[in-house]
């Protein structure tokens, strides 16, 4: 794997956390993919993949502890622009694989 | 996976995670058409039960908030090491074969080095608890090879002389039979000058210590030593002035030693004033002479001037003393009494640090394998986001979780083992007393403990921060495993193991054939059928009549006895006790200008010594009672090795000698020749022996009897028979000549033992070491082995091949381990008897053993191999 490669968990959870926006935290994610995969989704592996995600400098986090006394904490994602960047790329690179490749794949 | 996270997540997003956890739940329920679970004081339990675990985890106290600055950080660091010291405890806990196993080997080897480093300190390396210790000197005579004590001339004209010296004291170390308030006791005592106290830095602890004009005083001034002081009299101080009666004549307690460490005052009782009578001829030689070098005179000037002083008292006693090669020369105090027992215990040490080693690298391999297995687990900790630092940090902390514990044990067990050493070896290790497991031991102690951190340690954490990141994971737990580098790192280790074993055992080996060797050596007497004694006759009631009529009186008690076949006296008595040595000058084979005179044992015996020890004449004839008379012309016996080492096959009888050297005196003649027996130890070799009629008036005689039984039983009757004679006599040392025999090899006896524990230690473990490292081969291995049984090999093929591949690491290091016994043994040369350093049978004996020992070892792993079942593995598969 390429040092600024993405694994494909890193990558669904960075598309979840931006198309939620200011409301990415882990629970949101986690509903997020499990619409989309139709199965369970590891909520500790969500927590870990932002960890290594911050680690890397593509998401900040923040720590919304105003509800402590009642035990609410949340840890809010925002995508950073360099995620973006290299969100667009994936994106672009995957394109220009898929091209012209639907019709052989369907043709079964 | 949620342990994990505790693990690694910092306590902010361990709260978010938890917080968030509970909210998913609820998402989740409320996405699947359920009732969210009711919020509230079950969740705020849960919380804090997290939040606990959390604390705990980290250590104590609370959480860091960010911004706390620098010291956050550092709380923060020695809360994740305590962390990972608590993760290893517990994990630890969970594999208690593996922690106890490495806490016993490594502690047991940690406590017996950090044993014998402390006891060289205290005999090898320490200054003695003297004053000035590096400056004292023992003067002795030195007449080339030979070194002995000096005569009272010598003492008298050095004290008058020198200048080199602060001071010059002699001493004389006697037998004395001490009579207080009836109760009769032989003690050992020194006759010294009064400047030995201050020369050496010692006070009293009560009264005084001995002062010139007690030697004018008749002699009667006597100084206790504190333990006999403690011990025979109740620590009274009102014992000064006290009078004891010491061998017949009244003498004067003048004051109490203080206690002291130093050797030459262990097991003395009490001092008394030196009072020699002026001298009439240059010798005998008997006192011990002690100096303090100047500071400002070097040791070559203060030599010279013993020379000097020596060579000007020559002419004066001429008469009595031709020799003169002989001269003054100067020993170190500390090398005399240390004398040849540091290379012992550096050989013990040397076998207590190997085992230690073997016990490091194995645990070491223990910890690479354990490692291995967690493979899975550690992986799946760097897929969390573990960095390399702390997976070698979780791994380092284990080892020093282990070795902290083994340290624990090794405290224990050093103070256990000095105390043991201390009793049991007080007869053959010098300066045994000022032995401690302190101080500079305890510092040993804690590096010999880092450094076994970094052993046992290094090698699991690296071969753990290899492990591919992610790779782990990748593979199922059963097809898993160890890598190449894993597997070459414990066949390695194993192989250190054998290379560190290989020269202990043979070390060991050497010293036990040496051992076998000096029990089967001849003592040349009848050792069971003959018991001994030693009495000694108070001067002032013995004059010379008194002891004649004594001794004969004793000899017609004993032989009356029932059992007592013969009685004989002697100032000497095989195989170490040799009261005499004397020089000699032949007739046939004058002394060359230039030479030195020989020397040998010059035993004074009764005329029935023959026939009670059972020693045969050879050719000539026996002492009768006319070589006793005054009068009589001097005559001696001579033994085998006597007479083969000046005239080889020709005939010794009636040859003639001079006595000492003495070219004034008569001739003394050879009249016989008879069996050799030793007497200067079983370990020397025969130089020969020189028998001669007993004075009979000696007064310190050994009593020998023969007995138609087993000697050993007639002990009792010997000491009743004097007790019936004079019951003020003591009798002491009562020993057979097999008792002698083997206390004069306590020491080989005892260093074969300590060498022979540690060898069969380091090979014990070294073999659990190779069926640990075959047995993890086989059980990773058992799905290639199925398929190549299952593809038609033969089980004993599998089996061979198996033993081989153990037989490869266990030859390189006995390969090793040979070549570093070479060296090794070298240094051992002085322990060992009639075997030879690189003794051939041993050197090829024990790597043949230790590798019969080692494919036994891998023999069941094989079988185990052989009879794997190739149907369930492919199955399983």
């Known amino acids: 794997m390429a040092p600024g490669a993405l694994q494909p968990f890193e990558l669904q959870v960075l598309l979840a956390a931006l198309r939620l926006g200011d409301e990415a935290y882990s629970v949101p994610i986690v509903i997020e993919l499990e619409k989309h995969a139709g199965r369970r989704v590891s909520q500790a592996a969500v927590f870990i993949a932002i960890r290594r995600l911050e680690t890397r400098g593509l998401v900040t986090t923040r720590l919304d502890d105003r509800g402590t006394e009642t035990g609410r904490v949340r840890r809010y994602v925002r995508l950073t622009p360099e995620a973006k960047r290299l969100l667009r790329e994936t994106r672009d690179l995957q394109a220009r694989l898929w091209h012209g490749l639907d019709r052989l794949l369907d043709r079964g | 996976m949620r342990r994990l996270l505790k693990w690694f997540l910092p306590e902010d997003d361990l709260r978010a995670f938890e917080s968030e956890q509970s909210e998913l739940h609820d998402a989740r329920r409320v996405r699947d058409g359920e009732r969210p679970a009711a919020r509230g004081r079950r969740a705020d339990r849960r919380s804090l039960v997290m939040r606990l675990a959390a604390d705990r985890l ?425 890598g190449p580098a894993g597997k070459r790192t414990r066949r390695m280790l194993v192989a250190a193991e054998f290379a560190v074993a290989t020269p202990l055992v043979i070390a060991a080996a050497l010293i036990i054939a040496s051992l076998d060797r000096l029990l089967h050596v001849d003592v040349g007497m009848d050792r069971q059928h003959v018991i001994t004694a030693s009495i000694s006759l108070p001067a002032a009631q013995y004059p010379a009549a008194a002891a004649r009529g004594f001794w004969e009186r004793t000899r017609a008690s004993l032989a009356a006895e029932p059992g007592v076949s013969d009685v004989a006296f002697a100032d000497s008595r095989p195989p170490v006790d040799a009261n005499n040595i004397n020089n000699f000058d032949l007739e046939d084979r004058p002394t060359q200008p230039g030479d030195h005179q020989p020397v040998c044992p010059w035993i004074a015996v009764t005329q029935e010594f023959f026939k009670t020890t059972g020693l045969a004449l050879v050719h000539g004839r026996l002492f009768d009672q006319r070589d006793f008379a005054s009068t009589a012309p001097p005559v001696i016996l001579v033994d085998r090795a006597w007479a083969r080492r000046f005239f080889g096959t020709d005939d010794a009888v009636g040859r003639r000698l001079h006595e000492g050297g003495c070219a004034a005196c008569p001739w003394t003649t050879v009249i016989g020749e008879v069996a050799t027996v030793k007497y200067l130890g079983l370990e020397t070799p025969d130089d020969g022996t020189v028998y001669q009629p007993i004075d009979d008036s000696e007064r310190d005689r050994f009593v020998l009897v023969s007995s138609t039984g087993p000697a050993s039983i007639l002990g009792p009757t010997l000491g009743a028979a004097v007790h019936a004679l004079d019951p003020n006599l003591a009798v002491s040392r009562i020993a057979t000549i097999d008792d002698l025999a083997s206390a004069s090899i306590a020491t080989p006896r005892y260093l074969s033992v300590l060498v022979g524990a540690f060898a069969l230690t380091a090979l014990l473990l070294s073999v659990v070491g190779i069926y640990g490292v075959m047995a993890h081969f086989v059980t990773r291995h058992a799905r290639d082995i199925g398929i190549r049984l299952a593809l038609g090999g033969a089980p004993d093929r599998v089996g061979r091949m198996v033993v081989a591949s153990g037989l490869k690491v266990v030859l390189a290091g006995v390969s090793v381990g040979l070549v570093t016994a070479l060296f090794f043994t070298r240094w051992m040369a002085s322990v060992l008897f009639g075997v030879a350093p690189t003794d051939v049978p041993t050197f090829v004996g024990v790597p043949t053993v230790m590798i019969l020992v080692a494919v036994m070892a891998c023999l069941l792993p094989a079988r185990r191999a052989a009879q794997v079942d190739p149907a369930a593995i492919l199955r399983d598969g």
């Open chain 2, 58 to 482: 980290r250590g104590s106290g609370p959480a860091p908030t960010p911004g706390d600055g620098r010291r956050a950080g550092a709380t923060d660091r020695l809360g994740q090491i305590a962390r990972d010291l608590r993760h290893s405890t517990r994990s630890l806990l969970r594999t208690p074969g593996l922690a106890i196993t490495i806490v016993l080997t490594v502690g047991l080897g940690l406590g017996a080095t950090t044993a014998m480093v402390s006891l060289i300190r205290a005999v090898v390396v320490s200054p003695l608890p003297y004053r000035d210790p590096d400056r004292l000197v023992l003067v002795r005579t030195q007449d080339g090879d030979n070194l002995f004590n000096l005569s009272v001339a010598d003492y008298q004209a050095l004290d008058a002389q020198q200048t080199s010296f602060t001071a010059v004291a002699a001493s004389q170390q006697v037998s004395v039979t001490v009579a207080i308030n009836g109760v009769v006791e032989r003690q050992r005592a020194r006759v010294v000058t009064p400047s030995y106290f201050p020369l050496l830095g010692l006070a009293p602890i009560a009264g005084r210590l001995l002062v010139p004009s007690d030697q004018h005083a008749g002699g009667r001034a006597v100084v206790l030593n504190a333990p006999y002081w403690r011990t025979r009299f109740g620590g009274d101080p009102g014992v000064i002035g006290a009078a004891v009666t010491i061998d017949g004549a009244p003498h004067d307690v003048v004051g109490v030693l203080a206690q002291t460490n130093g050797p030459l005052e262990q097991d003395i009782a009490l001092f008394e004033v030196a009072d020699w009578p002026t001298p009439q001829r240059k010798g005998p030689f008997f006192l011990t002479v002690l100096a303090s070098v100047r500071t400002s005179v070097p040791r070559q000037v203060a030599a010279a001037e013993l020379a000097a002083i020596d060579r000007r008292m020559f002419p004066i006693w001429q008469s009595s003393y031709q020799d003169d090669r002989a001269t003054w020369a100067m020993v170190d105090l500390k090398s005399r009494i240390v004398g040849t027992a540091g290379e012992p215990l550096w050989l013990v040490c040397a076998g207590v640090a190997g085992v230690l080693l073997i016990a490091c690298v194995n645990a070491a391999s223990l910890l690479v394998a354990r490692t291995l297995q967690r493979r899975r687990e550690l992986a799946v900790r760097v897929a969390l986001g573990a960095s390399r630092g702390q997976i070698v940090r979780s791994l380092l902390s284990e080892s020093t979780v282990l070795v902290g514990a083994a340290a624990t044990l090794a405290t224990a067990v050093a103070l256990g083992a000095v105390r043991v050493v201390t009793a049991f070896g007080a007869g053959y290790i010098p300066r045994i007393d000022e032995v401690r497991v302190a101080g500079p031991a305890l510092w040993w102690l804690a590096g010999l403990t880092s450094l076994c951190v970094v052993v046992i340690g290094v090698l699991p954490a690296w071969s753990g921060s290899s492990l591919g990141r992610g790779a782990g994971l990748d593979v199922g737990g059963r097809t898993m495993s160890e």
